[in-house]
């Protein structure tokens, strides 16, 4: 399987209760190996709820024959509020953030350039300067794999009780990667 044979297509808001299935069936074929023994990976659909009921909502899956195969989605950052500021000593310009909440792409389309692709149809004609992330820091090469993508860790963050102190990822939107 190759990336080239993915079709992309963009939702966004309204759009959500027609795809909502779609990204919960993505996530539990993508985490079936870890979504009995742990909790926040349980927790998917109220994230997908909590994320897709922001207006700025962007989303883009990724098919293949009509079968879903990945998706990412994000939405802007509220002005004032980009808690990787913290992580930041040097002061920047323009701090409008696009906040990527999940990258994921199912187990058969790995490695073919899927989720580079997705990614990039998300970012792309982004109005933001900077792009953030959080990333699980025992996956070492999904860390890699962004920091080739242009990103660069700025700090770690565990934003729930029951997360993993994750890395936070931050790319400047204005330089290609």
């Not at 966004?12 to 742990?38: N, S």
């Not at 913290?86 to 953030?97: Q, R």
């Not at 699980?136 to 565990?158: C, F, I, M, S, T």
Request: aromatic share 12%.
């Amino acid at each position: 399987m190759t990336s080239a044979t993915v079709e992309l297509r963009r939702f966004g808001h309204d759009d959500l209760p027609a795809i909502r299935q779609t990204l919960l069936d993505v996530h539990a074929d993508a985490y079936a190996d870890e979504l009995e023994d742990d909790e926040f990976t349980q927790r998917f659909p109220w994230f997908v709820d909590h994320w897709g009921g922001n207006p700025g909502f962007s989303c883009v899956i990724g098919y293949q024959n009509g079968e879903p195969v990945g998706f990412v989605y994000g939405a802007p950052a509220t002005e004032g509020r980009e808690w990787w500021r913290e992580h930041v000593s040097e002061p920047l310009a323009d701090t409008s953030t696009f906040s990527i909440s999940e990258l994921m792409v199912r187990p058969r389309w790995r490695k073919t350039g899927t989720a580079e692709r997705l990614h990039a149809a998300l970012l792309a004609n982004r109005p933001e300067a900077l792009a953030v992330l959080l990333v699980d820091p025992d996956h070492l090469k999904v860390q890699a794999l962004y920091e080739a993508w242009g990103y660069r860790k700025v700090g770690n963050r565990q934003p729930f009780p029951d997360s993993p102190n994750f890395a936070v990822m931050l790319r400047d939107l204005r330089i290609a990667a």
